[in-house]
T-cell receptor, first 113, second 113 residues
């Protein structure tokens, strides 16, 4: 049973456009929501993370929006660049517990020049 | 440089021939884990370890063994590999406290024929 549902599976965006990846979770006890970015041939790396005490967190062109009532969170990439082409994973856990991090299945993003 | 190093990066082996994938981290992290990544299935945790001599099963432990005799090393052992263990494997580590970044190795491509 997948507890974190990520969509879309793949996404193609033009350079300069906005990329949006959505995740929905089921367990209301989750309180830590990281996003990991994976380039081809590399391991995933933490991109940005949010806790439910805020509705939005921004780091450069990357923003997490969090909707606690809808049990959804999303990653927005503004002014998308070809260098952003990667696979993005959302995840969730209770208490920031990395042992029990529940992963989405990933979104493959391609940004066309 | 802080890193998680795993070897080999690429391996083709035959069914039933025991193999070990080594993993070492230089960040003095308490937590280490192994994941496998398969198309359409995302990242699935195989085993994890919270500290020396403390290991536990993840979501897909069947056919794998691990050990944690030293804090920095966490080898993954396939006693009798089968073709369904053909996958991309990642070792990861993080500090033991909640909400910390997980650092991934660069991956090991394993093919079992």
């Amino acid at each position: 049973q997948q507890q974190v549902k990520q969509s879309p599976q793949s996404l193609i965006v033009q350079k300069g456009g906005i990329s949006i990846i959505n995740c929905a979770y089921e367990n209301t006890a989750f309180d830590y929501f990281p996003w990991y970015q994976q380039f081809p041939g590399k391991g995933p790396a933490l991109l940005i993370a949010i806790r439910p005490d805020v509705s939005e967190k921004k780091e450069g062109r990357f923003t997490i929006s969090f909707n606690k009532s809808a049990k959804q969170f999303s990653l927005h990439i503004m002014d998308s660049q070809p260098g952003d082409s990667a696979t993005y994973f959302c995840a969730a856990s209770k208490g920031g517990n990395n042992r029990k991090l529940i992963w989405g299945l990933g979104t493959s993003l391609a940004v066309n020049p | 440089e802080a890193q998680v190093t795993q070897n080999p990066r690429y391996l083709i082996t035959v069914t039933g021939k025991k193999l070990t994938v080594t993993c070492s981290q230089n960040m003095n992290h308490e937590y280490m884990s192994w994941y496998r990544q398969d198309p359409g299935l995302g990242l699935r945790q195989i085993y994890y370890s919270m500290n020396v001599e403390v290991t536990d099963k993840g979501d897909v432990p069947e056919g794998y063994k691990v050990s944690r005799k030293e804090k920095r090393n966490f080898p993954l052992i396939l006693e009798s590999p089968s073709p369904n263990q053909t996958s991309l494997y990642f070792c990861a580590s993080s500090p033991g406290s909640p909400g910390n970044t997980i650092y991934f190795g660069e991956g090991s491509w394993l093919t079992v024929v």
